[in-house]
């Protein structure tokens, strides 16, 4: 079965800077999109950045300038670079993949990490 594990989340202090990473594992056939999503107590969850296959990125206006998604394709992870951190930011983050598992025809499911805790506090 495919997994999605991130790492890289934890406490910053604002202005500060965290970057998460997200591996994929399994019998992965393609990935087509790669995106953080978010989501703070009392929130819904937010999408923040996606990564298509071919290398276009788009941003949630919030965090423009400040975030970068990026991905290894070869290593199946992609990665959010997180630079001057508000409080606002302070959520779980999850990261998200649309891919397809290894079968006589592939079929493009999403698949979900379990989040990664981010706090911005002084």
């Known amino acids: 079965q495919v997994q999605l594990v991130e790492s890289g989340g934890g406490l910053v202090q604002p202005g500060g800077s965290l970057r998460l990473s997200c591996a994929a594992s399994g019998y992965i056939f393609s990935i087509n999109t790669m995106a953080w999503y978010r989501q703070a107590p009392g929130q819904q969850r937010e999408l923040v950045a996606t990564s298509t296959k071919d290398g276009s990125t788009s941003y949630l206006d919030s965090v423009k300038g400040r975030f970068t998604i990026s991905r290894d394709n070869a290593n199946n992870t992609v990665y959010l670079q997180m630079n001057s951190l508000k409080f606002e930011d302070t959520a779980v983050y999850y990261c998200?993949?649309?891919?397809?598992?290894?079968?006589?025809?592939?079929?493009?499911?999403?698949?979900w990490g379990r989040g990664t805790q981010v706090t911005v506090s002084s």
């Open positions: 998200k993949m649309s891919l397809a598992e290894y079968a006589i025809v592939p079929i493009e499911d999403d698949y």
